[in-house]
């Protein structure tokens, strides 16, 4: 069956830290893979994707994602966080037109 | 401009009860999405409309029932609500789904609580 795995469920870091959150996924076939942050209180927002192309992909916020097809990954990476990058961090992957799947989710905690 | 709004934003209701949640999207995509976000924060999808027309619907209870009069709406309606339904119902779109999507645009989500 098709999954997104992430398997860091709370991070805890200091400001100006860097960071990763690892995404695994399970799919044998093209994939596009996505990171959602859901900020407290506010809706899902897309900060990067991947169809094709370099695997390394930047997104807003100074947010980037490396696609390793042998590892089957996608993690997300910053390398100095900020108090307000605070929210929950959402990987998913879409198998198949239309059928997007999500991670189980990260909560980010920042310390100022 | 609300690009995908929902209403109500909050939502609490008995056991029992028949309650409808509305999506709307002012972006002209094709495809509208209900996914529903438990607890866990663990999002699942539940429904998808091209066109007004069904693609995707998961394991779900009849008790739940989506309805899109036009490619801008899906509505939600759920009958017989249960304590089980408590959580965030997220409505989605994408601007087509056979083409795969350039990204999905949520609306800011329906907190449901049933007591």
């Known amino acids: 069956a098709q999954s997104v795995s992430?398997?860091?469920?709370?991070?805890?870091?200091?400001?100006?830290?860097?960071?990763?959150?690892?995404?695994?996924?399970?799919?044998?076939?093209?994939?596009?893979?996505?990171?959602?942050?859901?900020?407290?209180?506010?809706?899902?927002?897309?900060?990067?994707?991947?169809?094709?192309?370099?695997?390394?992909?930047?997104?807003?916020?100074?947010?980037?994602?490396?696609?390793?097809?042998?590892?089957?990954?996608?993690?997300?990476?910053?390398?100095?966080?900020q108090w307000s990058d605070t929210a929950e961090y959402f990987c998913a992957v879409l198998s198949s037109a239309s059928k997007i799947i999500f991670g189980s989710g990260t909560r980010l905690s920042i310390r100022p | 401009?609300?690009?995908?709004?929902?209403?109500?934003?909050?939502?609490?209701?008995?056991?029992?009860?028949?309650?409808?949640?509305?999506?709307?999207?002012?972006?002209?995509?094709?495809?509208?999405?209900?996914?529903?976000?438990?607890?866990?924060?663990?999002?699942?999808?539940?429904?998808?409309?091209n066109n007004k027309e069904l693609i995707i619907n998961e394991t779900v209870p009849n008790r739940f029932s989506p309805k899109s009069p036009d490619k801008a709406h899906l509505n939600l309606h759920i009958n017989s609500l249960e304590l089980g339904d408590s959580a965030v119902y997220f409505c989605a779109s994408s601007q087509n789904w056979d083409r795969g999507p350039s990204g999905y645009t949520f609306g800011s989500g329906t907190r449901l609580t049933v007591v």
């Open chain 1, 6 to 81: 992430q398997h860091n469920h709370h991070v805890i870091l200091s400001e100006a830290a860097s960071l990763e959150l690892g995404c695994n996924y399970s799919y044998g076939g093209t994939v596009n893979l996505f990171w959602y942050v859901q900020y407290p209180g506010q809706h899902l927002q897309l900060l990067l994707k991947y169809f094709s192309g370099d695997p390394l992909v930047k997104g807003i916020k100074g947010f980037e994602a490396e696609f390793i097809k042998s590892k089957f990954s996608f993690n997300l990476r910053k390398p100095s966080v």
């Open chain 2, 1 to 49: 401009d609300t690009a995908v709004s929902q209403t109500p934003k909050y939502l609490v209701t008995q056991m029992g009860n028949d309650k409808s949640i509305k999506c709307e999207q002012n972006l002209g995509h094709d495809t509208m999405y209900w996914y529903k976000q438990d607890s866990k924060k663990f999002l699942k999808i539940m429904f998808s409309y």
